[in-house]
């Protein structure tokens, strides 16, 4: 599913003693993993690896691909957050020389059929990923070291006290008695208010809407409207 160029991957598992099978049985809905995009995943690999940072527990890297990329999941234990970190990376392409750069550029894990899902990116242009918030395990308030450790991790900038990545920062909220650790909200931007009418509209009809929001998948959304004098994020 696609927020502009931003994608949101829905796990539904279909058959017994999968991964994600456990986690919904154990945490019920809500968010799986953090999907990240960086210039060189093997090189931050090695650094991870090299200083014992976070056990690797799948890689693949596909260099025929029509768009090359490469792909490493963590394993989520002694990570803050609760969502199991996956850090990948596209090769640079005669049509797409800066893969950062291309809100509407290929995405590996989509396919070969970069026109199929492409032409979903631009028809969703008027969404974007802004912000996401993560919940601490109940009894950790350590909010500005969940940024630090993500930071000396998958190195990702920071802003204030926030993850700084290039098209929405990440925070963290403290941990809650009786909340599990994980996914708390998303923030997205709709370009006009009449189409932010119309999402909370449908939503509502759909019995979705919370006090300023929109359950979905075990997640509150919420949505605002775009700054149009605001460059990208």
């Known amino acids: 599913m696609s927020l502009g160029g ?41 650094h991870i690896e090299a200083r014992g940072l976070a056990k690797v527990i799948w890689t693949g890297s596909h260099p025929d691909h029509r768009h090359p990329y490469h792909a490493t999941q963590y394993h989520p234990r002694g990570i803050k957050g609760g969502m199991m970190p996956e850090l990948d990376s596209m090769a640079p392409t005669l049509d797409f020389s800066r893969p950062m750069a291309e809100r509407f550029g290929p995405w590996g894990a989509c396919g070969p059929d970069f026109e199929s899902y492409g032409a979903g990116m631009r028809k969703s242009a008027h969404l974007r990923l802004r912000d996401v918030r993560l919940r601490l395990a109940p009894g950790d ?77 075990g997640v509150r959304w919420y949505f605002e409207v775009a700054d149009q004098s605001k460059g990208k994020l």
């Open 6 to 46: 931003d994608i949101i991957e829905v796990v539904a598992p279909f058959k017994g003693g999968t991964t994600a099978g456990r986690l919904l049985e154990k945490r019920g809905d809500g968010g799986y993993m953090i999907i990240m995009q960086n210039d060189d995943g093997p090189t931050r690999r090695a």
């Open 141 to 217: 308030g350590d909010t500005t070291g969940a940024v630090a450790q993500w930071t000396e991790i998958f190195g990702v900038p920071t802003s204030g006290y926030e993850l700084a990545f290039t098209n929405a920062t990440m925070g963290f909220v403290k941990g809650e008695q009786g909340k599990p650790e994980g996914l708390d909200l998303i923030t997205v931007q709709v370009d006009g208010k009449e189409t932010l009418d119309g999402i909370l509209r449908r939503a509502s009809e759909e019995g979705l809407c919370g006090d300023g929001w929109i359950n979905l998948c």
